[in-house]
Structure formats: structure tokens, C-alpha cells
């Protein structure tokens, strides 16, 4: 059995070797195990079923959130030669029941399908006349009500396993769990002492990044203007936002696209395959895009606003390098973005399917989310090490890759700063008998000019104007600053600024306030750094990625489907010259290398003619 799935890994897959977690699971589930695998974003979750589908006799099912999820993986697996296919509601009635026909002849080793599709009669009637030997259950953390994405239709599975005379195996895999979702996921599953591999949540591949510009659009040009030509994603908290920014790249040049609930089903697909498909390489987007989008060349995720949950940023960052090359994860921060969020958790859409009292504790929770997220916003330490400590992880002090990292921090006293803020605070608190929000402190401590009678009173406090001079990022920064240092207490609930019992340490009795500030650029160091391409080899792969869009094109699949950009800047590095140098590039398998291998090896062969080399 050992040969067996290392000798598909290679055929199929490409790869020589499994990464961390990928046997064990696979091994657990071929012997008849329950597994439960929680491995990071581009860690490799999907070979951990994939490998024992193509083993095992009969069908595996396997239960996707998202339409965009089923179809990508079930295009690579075709684009690999494997017999795959998707039910969800982007197939109309005929296309449903040639995959039924298909289902029954025999024809298919998996079936990726949503939760809700286990409710239909016509599936139920199918399934049951099937040997389904194996059901895996992605992004498995929707199964619980104490995770990000809850999810109620995903409880259908544990009724679904309960009409099969048979229980197979099941298995669950999920990139961001902690540990009461884990326990969860367990017992609502009911995994029969599961195979368990948690091989960590670290990318070491990405680097983070958190930037407090006083204009987002003004910070969101330059960031793509370095970053021109590279294929990146752009998530905004509200579909408006997400249209403005759209059309703002759109108007600059840039080629860009959008995606959210709101538009027509048609054109989100059609943007969906743009993107997909490198027609368009920014893709501008609420939270509704993405989950298991398996775009390997996404070199850059930029969060235009802050999300509600460190779960739900790490998911998304982790878009970025999921073929193992350097990915760049950049949040905007603005207070701003927590009143949002704030929002939009407190009136969000009540679920019909869950009890008031279970709405209420989501709520709460979803409201402790924020407040972790705030706070990765405004740390001065390491950012992946927050990112590993939110989700139980063991990390090292500095990583060398993040912002704050990269840049020496150094200690600016902002004593007279603090006082005129606390001051400010009181006075209004004076005034109005009502703790300030985030919003009206700041406008108060730039002297913003308002035409009503409540904004006259507050312009005749002595504190009004005062700080007139800071843009609104570094205040922010400096609130932030006493809110962390406990000075100041932001109720998350009401939103209103109160001051605390060890304000008037500060106020009245002079203790120095000093905030962390970056260095000069000479001062940022890199510790981690990837293996860099040769100017020769990057001239290849230049060459290398025409050819992939050639073949793409004239085989109506999207780019990475071919082959990933890590497996073209391996092959940019080996230069093979035969089919079976080829097949030693990392990610060649070899249905693709009798497909597309010639392409680029005769690419390959007049490279090295041109320059020389041969």
C-alpha cells in the first residue's frame, strides 16, 4: 500500500515526497480510520483525501461550503486525469442528471457536493445505490457553532451518514480551528477515535504586514503600483466599498475585477474564471469570495479593512502562496474599521435556523473575535507570533518576516500627546455626560468644524483643535497606545472612550507615556529569506509563463491548472532537457508531463540555443 500512494503522488500529482501530516492521514483513513487533519492554508489538505479516493474501491464524497471551491478542485483533478465531478446550483436540471447517470455507471472516484445537497431526494435516492467508501468533510470548523464560519446546514452530514446502511470512513480537515472548535468538530461528527494531525498554522512563506495610512487609496496605489503585473487579492468589508475600489483600479489602468453577494450569479462566475484564468489579475472582493479557491499564483492578499475575526484573516492571507513561494499579507487599519465591524456583527441577518439565546452567545463571540482582531491591528510585537498564540501555537519571540519584525521598533515618548487625549476625554465627558466615541474624539482633537448646535458646545472646549496638526493614523495610533496600556477603555458594546483608575497617573501626576515607533528604513533586516531566482533564470521563466498561457488558452483552463508558478520556477532552475529530467521537477506529474511537457521543453531547448548555453 506504501508503493501505492507514493507511486500517485508521483504519477498523478507531481511530488516526490508528502508534506507534514499528509500520510499519517492518509494511512489512517486507507485503514479504515476516522482522521482528522488540520493543516494549514496551501498545506496540502486536498491530498489527504484525494490520494485515498483513487485507493479505495467505490465513491468518495466529499462536502464543500462554496460552489468556487468544487469547481476548482474538481478542474485540476480532470486537468491531472482524475474521474471527478461537482453537484451544486450552478448545474441546471440535465447537467444534474447526467451526473447521476455517470454516478451509477461507475464513472466518477469522487463527488464534491455542498451540505445542502444531502437534503435532496434525488441525491439521497442515488448515494444510496453506491458503495461510498470514504466522506470527507472540508473546512470542517463550519460544523461548529463557536467557530468563524458557522455554518447550520453543515449539521445535514451527521444525517446524512445516518441514512447510508454502511458508514464509511469520514475524515475533517481545516486550516483555523482552536482547540473548543477542534473538540467540537469531533463530537458533532461523531470521528470513531480519530487519526489526529495538527502540523501547525504557520506559512513561513508569508509575511505580514499591518499599515495605519491616514488614506487607504492613496496606501493601496503605491502597494500596487510595486507590485504591477502580479496577481493579488483585495477584500473590503462591504459590497459598496468593494465597487468603488474596483472601479478606482479600473480607472488607473489596472485590471482588475469584482466579486460579491450582490452581483448576479453569471457575473460572479464569469469574474470568478477571469481571475482564475489571469485575464484579470487584481481581484477586488468581500469575504463572500475565496474559501478554497486553489489559485497558486496569488501573490499578494491586501485587506482594504480590517475583517471581524483573527480566523477569518488568517484564511483569507492565506490565499497568498499556496504553491510555496513568497506571498505578502497587508491590512489597512483604521478605528474606523472596528465601529464596521462592529456593525455589521450586531445587525447582521438573523439565522431562522438557530435560537435566540444560540444567536445572542454567537454574537458575543463574534464580538470577542473583534477584539483579538483589534489587537493584532495595534501590537507592536510579532505578528505571526500573535497569529500562532491566538491559535495555541508555540512560536519564537520574532519570526523575521512581518512588518514588525523587519523594522526596529524604538521608544518615542508621546507624554504631552497622552495628556491633551485624557483631557480631551474628560472635558467631553464633562460636557455631554456621555463617554465619547472613537469618531467624536478625534474630530474634537483636530478641531473638525460641524454645523450643529452639540458640535458648537464641543468647539468651545479648551481641548477642541488641540492636536490639529496629527493626521488622523496617528491618532488613532496614539489611542490605540493608551487603550493597550490601560489608560483608556473602549467599550466594545456602547463604543464609547472611558478613562480608567490609572489615567490621572498621567494627567495629574506626570508619569511619561511612550509609544513604539519604526526606525529608519536602514534599520529593517530580513532574518528569513526564500531562494531567490538568477537573472537567467528569471529570463526562462519569463518564457516558461508565455507558454502556460498558450496552453491554457488553447485548452480552456486556467494557468496553474498546467502548472503552478512554483513548479515553473523549479523547472526555470533544472532546465530539463528529456521528459524524464522533467518529471523530476517538483509538481510534474505524469499525465501532465505527456500533455504540456514537449511545449516546454522545446521552450526550454531554444532558450538555452539563444543564450548559448547549449
Keep these: 500500500m506504501t508503493t501505492d500512494k507514493r507511486e500517485l503522488l508521483q504519477r498523478v500529482f507531481g511530488y516526490t515526497r508528502f508534506r507534514p501530516g499528509q500520510e499519517a492521514l492518509i494511512d489512517g483513513v486507507l485503514a479504515g480510520r476516522d482522521v482528522f487533519g488540520i493543516l494549514p492554508t496551501g498545506g496540502g489538505k486536498s491530498i489527504c483525501y484525494q490520494i485515498p479516493a483513487l485507493l479505495l474501491p467505490g465513491l468518495t464524497v466529499v462536502i464543500s461550503p462554496l460552489i468556487s471551491l468544487m469547481q476548482d478542485q474538481v478542474m485540476a483533478l480532470k486537468a491531472a486525469g482524475v474521474p471527478a465531478a461537482y453537484l451544486n446550483r450552478s448545474l441546471n436540471p440535465e447537467q444534474i442528471r447526467l451526473v447521476y447517470r455517470n454516478l451509477l455507471a461507475g464513472r466518477y472516484k469522487m463527488l464534491y457536493v455542498s451540505p445542502e445537497r444531502l437534503d435532496y431526494e434525488g441525491f439521497g435516492n442515488v448515494v444510496r445505490q453506491l458503495q461510498i467508501s470514504f466522506v470527507a468533510v472540508d473546512e470542517a470548523h463550519c460544523i461548529s457553532q463557536w467557530g468563524q464560519d458557522f455554518r447550520p446546514s453543515y449539521l445535514r452530514i451527521v444525517q446524512f451518514l445516518r441514512t447510508l446502511e454502511r458508514r464509511p470512513v469520514v475524515g475533517a480537515f481545516t486550516a483555523t480551528a482552536t482547540q473548543q472548535v477542534r473538540q467540537d468538530v469531533e463530537r458533532i461528527l ?213 512588518g514588525n519584525c523587519k523594522g526596529r521598533f524604538h521608544d518615542e515618548e508621546m507624554t504631552v500627546q497622552a495628556q491633551m487625549i485624557l483631557s480631551c476625554v474628560r472635558r467631553i465627558f464633562d460636557l455631554t455626560g456621555a463617554w465619547p466615541d472613537r469618531g467624536r474624539l478625534l474630530k474634537v482633537l483636530q478641531g473638525a468644524q460641524e454645523e450643529s448646535a452639540f458640535a458648537e458646545r464641543l468647539a468651545q472646549l479648551p481641548t477642541f483643535g488641540i492636536l490639529k496638526e496629527a493626521g488622523t493614523g496617528e491618532l488613532n495610533a496614539m489611542v490605540d497606545q493608551l487603550a493597550s496600556q490601560g489608560y483608556l477603555y473602549e467599550d466594545e458594546i456602547q463604543t464609547g472612550i472611558e478613562l480608567t483608575d490609572l489615567a490621572p497617573q498621567v494627567l495629574f501626576r506626570g508619569k511619561a507615556v511612550y509609544r513604539k515607533v519604526p526606525g529608519t528604513g536602514r534599520e529593517k533586516q530580513t532574518l528569513l529569506s526564500g531562494k531567490k531566482l538568477s537573472a537567467d533564470e528569471t529570463q526562462l521563466l519569463e518564457i516558461l509563463l508565455s507558454i502556460r498561457r498558450s496552453l491554457a488558452r488553447s485548452s480552456a483552463i486556467a494557468p496553474h491548472a498546467v502548472f503552478s508558478d512554483a513548479t515553473l520556477e523549479d523547472m526555470a532552475r533544472k532546465k530539463p532537457k528529456t521528459f524524464l529530467q522533467l518529471r523530476r521537477v517538483s509538481g510534474v506529474g505524469e499525465l501532465k508531463a505527456r500533455w504540456y511537457g514537449g511545449a516546454f521543453l522545446e521552450g526550454i531547448q531554444e532558450y538555452l540555443r539563444s543564450a548559448n548555453h547549449i
Excluded at 472601479?247 to 462566475?269: I, S
Excluded at 475583517?307 to 478605528?335: F, H, M, N, V, W
Design 190 to 402: 461523531g470521528l470513531h477515535h480519530p487519526v489526529r494531525r495538527v502540523t501547525g498554522f504557520d506559512r513561513p512563506n508569508l509575511s505580514f504586514e499591518v499599515l495605519h495610512p491616514d488614506r487607504k487609496d492613496d496606501a493601496l496605489r503605491g502597494l500596487l503600483a510595486a507590485r504591477n503585473g502580479k496577481s493579488g487579492i483585495i477584500y473590503c468589508a462591504t459590497r459598496r466599498k468593494v465597487e468603488t475600489v474596483c472601479q478606482m483600479l479600473r480607472d488607473l489602468g489596472y485590471p482588475a475585477t469584482q466579486y460579491h453577494a450582490g452581483l448576479p450569479e453569471e457575473e460572479r462566475q464569469r469574474n470568478q474564471e477571469d481571475f482564475l484564468h489571469d485575464r484579470c489579475t487584481i481581484m477586488v472582493a468581500t469575504n463572500a469570495f475565496g474559501m478554497g479557491i486553489d489559485k497558486s499564483n496569488v501573490r499578494y492578499v491586501i485587506h482594504y479593512n480590517m475583517p471581524k475575526s483573527l480566523e477569518a484573516y488568517y484564511q483569507e492571507a492565506g490565499r497568498a502562496g499556496r504553491d510555496g513561494t513568497d506571498g505578502e499579507c497587508i491590512l489597512l487599519y483604521s478605528g474606523a474599521d472596528v465601529h464596521t465591524a462592529r456593525y455589521l456583527i450586531q445587525n447582521g441577518a438573523e439565522n431562522e435556523e438557530l435560537e435566540p439565546e444560540q444567536q445572542q452567545s454567537i454574537r458575543r463571540q463574534d464580538l470577542d473575535r473583534l477584539e483579538a482582531m483589534a489587537g493584532y491591528c495595534k501590537t507592536n510585537g510579532c505578528l505571526r507570533g500573535y497569529i500562532l498564540e491566538y491559535f495555541g501555537q508555540r512560536h519564537l519571540e520574532l519570526c523575521g518576516n512581518c
